[in-house]
């Protein structure tokens, strides 16, 4: 059975995309702790990061650091945060996003964004950011 992650990189499900290559994709979460929370997901179904193959782990953490220059120029943040934690969806997944203190990684103020427009500006936000560093 898919999951919902495999879902939206195969297009049957929306996802704001700023990263795809032939191992990995990065979109944007609709639920972000911060402007511009991405996650980092490979197009292999592997549950927990402790599972990945080290090859696929390490280009989705290579990914993730490009991802996470980007937040940062994008929004201008002091740091950019990676988080591994793999239980709201069974497919490994990096969060990486812009903050500017401890408390932006709280999940229990993470909030679906209702306002699709301020996901879609993020996603230009960040690919412009992306694109500035050379990465897309």
Not at 116 to 136: F, M, P, S, W, Y
Request: glycine fraction near 8%.
């Amino acid at each position: 059975m898919s999951t919902l992650f495999t879902r939206i990189l195969t297009g049957e499900l929306p996802g704001r995309f700023v990263w795809e290559d032939e191992k990995a994709a990065a979109f944007l979460s609709i639920a972000p702790l911060t402007p511009g929370h991405t996650l980092v997901v490979p197009r292999q179904e592997v549950d927990r990061w402790t599972d990945a193959d080290g090859e696929l782990l390490a280009h989705c953490v290579s990914v993730a650091q490009k991802i996470g220059q980007g937040v940062r120029k994008a929004w201008d943040a002091p740091r950019a945060g990676l988080i591994i934690a793999g239980f709201e969806v069974p497919h490994m997944h990096i969060h990486v996003a812009p903050a500017w203190d401890m408390g932006d990684f709280d999940f229990s103020k993470a909030e679906v964004e209702k306002d699709e427009t301020k996901l879609d500006e993020a996603a230009d936000r960040l690919r412009a950011a992306l694109r500035e560093l050379g990465h897309v």
